[in-house]
């Protein structure tokens, strides 16, 4: 067969994946920039910088106790990016490219080839995902992984084969690599028999080769682990997941008081980025099409399992913690869609199901890319990348203005806040390798100038850079200090300000 005939014979695949491929970069790359960075876009931003030039520290990210492998991406392609968060930001984009070829296989395999299609086409328009596929944060990366376990999941139970076993070791690793959430996926393979067939007459010998199979995979996740036994600073992932979410211990003092609010909260924020439309589908894929059930229960576990271990346990909730287990929602109603089209009859019905399916997607999405404070989105989110003080804006304009006052000699930056605070990292980040610039973060804040900054003034301009909690401005309100810019973030009443020191 010669080319042509096999162009001819794939056309359609091939202008369908093209279509989708043009439209995930375009929904990803434009105005990728637009969003300020965020506090924990800038604490990793700046880890990938320190492990890209100092092997010493490729672990640095246990420090704060979260895993290292997105770091290890990022470090890798601030090499052919000029902006250190946009290098972030690409990582995320590619492992977003991944999901959505993730979900084809997932919905195919599990039902056929159009349910597929459509779950990656959900995927592209999906409003959580364009928010975080966007974003120098972890979880793209987190349901990248847990997409492709998923589908490895479902062929080690329904071909047990040692191959298949080692790819889900591989991928399993990379999930616990990336955050805490990964050994969900470990957690969750005995819903695997879902789809196992308990008819054949060998099952029982098949069910005891799939175990050791499933067995081979755990122990390559957790040999790949083992990896951060290299640092020192294991340990501190333990004691950092305990910031979010109670121990056991912590837990039996207060079994479920937390549980209702927490559960509310979580499907709040499900609801409002799935849409009432996708949420419709999705009961619709239980009650209104009954077939496939095992099918369709195996999907719901490893949404529903995590959640209420979520509701259960979750000290300190983010919108973020639940977009990996959203993925195999966007499967169920791929399937409820996919059901309807085969029963509506002309192309013009066909495209206004659709049109129905994602209106309130594509709404959200134009927000998202053009007006990103008034979008239609969780206000936690909201709060967190535009409207409040963990976001970045107006940092952008402040790291220019200092730029260019460091042309004309050396200057002093002191900004407010160590670990994790925006002017301190944002400095970091992008004004580190100015030889022109001295610069300290000072925390705590005291209610008196630092001495040595007035020292600093008979020497050279000092600047202070504020853009974090109020009560830092609180605290600097008696200092010799004047306003020099000020940027107001979203439509909140959080500013990022530029302040001199007077002497």
Do not use: C
């Given at each position: 067969m010669n080319l042509l005939a096999i162009l001819n014979k794939y056309r359609i695949d091939i202008f369908t994946w093209s279509s989708f491929i043009v439209l995930y970069f375009a929904t990803r790359l434009y105005n990728i920039m637009s969003l300020p960075i965020f506090t924990d876009?800038?604490?990793?931003?700046?880890?990938?910088?320190?492990?890209?030039?100092?092997?010493?520290?490729?672990?640095?990210?246990l420090t704060d106790g979260k895993q290292p492998s997105f770091v290890w991406l990022d470090m890798v392609v601030m090499r052919f990016t000029q902006d250190p968060l946009l290098a972030g930001r690409l990582v995320s984009v590619s492992a977003g490219f991944a999901t959505m070829i993730g979900l084809y296989f997932l919905g195919r395999t599990l039902f056929n080839k159009k349910v597929g299609l459509i779950a990656s086409l959900l995927y592209i328009f999906y409003p959580f995902a364009l928010v975080y596929d966007r974003m120098a944060l972890y979880d793209s990366l987190v349901a990248m992984f847990y997409t492709w376990s998923l589908v490895f999941i479902i062929y080690l139970v329904k071909y047990i084969r040692l191959d298949i076993a080692l790819i889900l070791g591989m991928i399993l690793g990379g999930g616990v690599l990336t955050k805490t959430s990964g050994f969900l996926s470990i957690y969750l393979l005995p819903f695997s028999l879902?789809?196992?067939?308990?008819?054949?007459?060998?099952?029982?010998?098949?069910?005891?080769?799939?175990?050791?199979?499933?067995?081979?995979?755990?122990?390559?996740?957790?040999g790949y682990y083992s990896i951060l036994r290299l640092s020192p600073f294991l340990h501190i992932i333990d004691e950092k997941n305990t910031t979010f979410v109670y121990s056991f211990s912590e837990w039996l003092s207060h079994p479920f008081n937390f549980v209702q609010g927490n559960m509310r909260g979580l499907l709040d924020w499900a609801v409002t980025y799935l849409t009432a439309p996708l949420v419709l589908l999705i009961f619709a894929s239980f009650f209104a099409f009954r077939k496939s059930l095992k099918e369709k229960l195996f999907l719901f576990a490893f949404f529903i399992v995590p959640l209420l271990g979520l509701a259960l346990f979750g000290r300190v909730l983010y919108p973020r913690f639940i977009l990996f287990m959203t993925m195999p929602l966007l499967v169920l109603a791929a399937f409820s869609l996919d059901n309807i089209l085969q029963r509506v009859k002309t192309n013009i019905a066909k495209t206004l199901v659709i049109a129905a399916a994602?209106?309130?997607?594509?709404?959200?999405?134009?927000?998202?890319?053009?007006?990103?404070?008034n979008a239609p989105i969780p206000y936690r989110d909201l709060e967190q990348y535009i409207n409040g003080w963990p976001a970045g804006g107006g940092i952008n304009k402040i790291i220019e203005i200092l730029e260019n006052e460091a042309k004309n000699g050396k200057i002093y930056v002191a900004s407010l806040g160590t670990f994790g605070s925006l002017p301190t990292y944002s400095v970091e980040i992008y004004l580190g390798e100015n030889k022109n610039i001295e610069k300290e973060g000072i925390y705590p804040v005291p209610s008196e100038i630092p001495q040595s900054l007035l020292e600093k003034t008979k020497t050279m301009p000092v600047f202070l850079f504020v853009?974090?909690?109020?009560?830092?401005?609180?605290?600097?309100?008696?200092?010799?200090?004047?306003?020099?810019?000020?940027?107001?973030?979203?439509?909140g009443k959080s500013y990022s300000r530029l302040y001199r020191v007077t002497p």
């Amino acid at each position: 067969m010669n080319l042509l005939a096999i162009l001819n014979k794939y056309r359609i695949d091939i202008f369908t994946w093209s279509s989708f491929i043009v439209l995930y970069f375009a929904t990803r790359l434009y105005n990728i920039m637009s969003l300020p960075i965020f506090t924990d876009e800038a604490i990793y931003t700046r880890w990938s910088q320190i492990a890209r030039f100092d092997p010493n520290w490729r672990f640095i990210s246990l420090t704060d106790g979260k895993q290292p492998s997105f770091v290890w991406l990022d470090m890798v392609v601030m090499r052919f990016t000029q902006d250190p968060l946009l290098a972030g930001r690409l990582v995320s984009v590619s492992a977003g490219f991944a999901t959505m070829i993730g979900l084809y296989f997932l919905g195919r395999t599990l039902f056929n080839k159009k349910v597929g299609l459509i779950a990656s086409l959900l995927y592209i328009f999906y409003p959580f995902a364009l928010v975080y596929d966007r974003m120098a944060l972890y979880d793209s990366l987190v349901a990248m992984f847990y997409t492709w376990s998923l589908v490895f999941i479902i062929y080690l139970v329904k071909y047990i084969r040692l191959d298949i076993a080692l790819i889900l070791g591989m991928i399993l690793g990379g999930g616990v690599l990336t955050k805490t959430s990964g050994f969900l996926s470990i957690y969750l393979l005995p819903f695997s028999l879902f789809l196992f067939n308990f008819k054949e007459k060998k099952w029982k010998n098949n069910l005891l080769k799939w175990a050791g199979l499933a067995l081979i995979s755990v122990v390559l996740a957790y040999g790949y682990y083992s990896i951060l036994r290299l640092s020192p600073f294991l340990h501190i992932i333990d004691e950092k997941n305990t910031t979010f979410v109670y121990s056991f211990s912590e837990w039996l003092s207060h079994p479920f008081n937390f549980v209702q609010g927490n559960m509310r909260g979580l499907l709040d924020w499900a609801v409002t980025y799935l849409t009432a439309p996708l949420v419709l589908l999705i009961f619709a894929s239980f009650f209104a099409f009954r077939k496939s059930l095992k099918e369709k229960l195996f999907l719901f576990a490893f949404f529903i399992v995590p959640l209420l271990g979520l509701a259960l346990f979750g000290r300190v909730l983010y919108p973020r913690f639940i977009l990996f287990m959203t993925m195999p929602l966007l499967v169920l109603a791929a399937f409820s869609l996919d059901n309807i089209l085969q029963r509506v009859k002309t192309n013009i019905a066909k495209t206004l199901v659709i049109a129905a399916a994602l209106l309130l997607f594509l709404r959200a999405d134009f927000f998202i890319l053009t007006d990103f404070k008034n979008a239609p989105i969780p206000y936690r989110d909201l709060e967190q990348y535009i409207n409040g003080w963990p976001a970045g804006g107006g940092i952008n304009k402040i790291i220019e203005i200092l730029e260019n006052e460091a042309k004309n000699g050396k200057i002093y930056v002191a900004s407010l806040g160590t670990f994790g605070s925006l002017p301190t990292y944002s400095v970091e980040i992008y004004l580190g390798e100015n030889k022109n610039i001295e610069k300290e973060g000072i925390y705590p804040v005291p209610s008196e100038i630092p001495q040595s900054l007035l020292e600093k003034t008979k020497t050279m301009p000092v600047f202070l850079f504020v853009s974090n909690q109020q009560e830092f401005e609180e605290q600097i309100k008696t200092w010799p200090i004047s306003l020099l810019a000020e940027y107001e973030k979203g439509i909140g009443k959080s500013y990022s300000r530029l302040y001199r020191v007077t002497p």
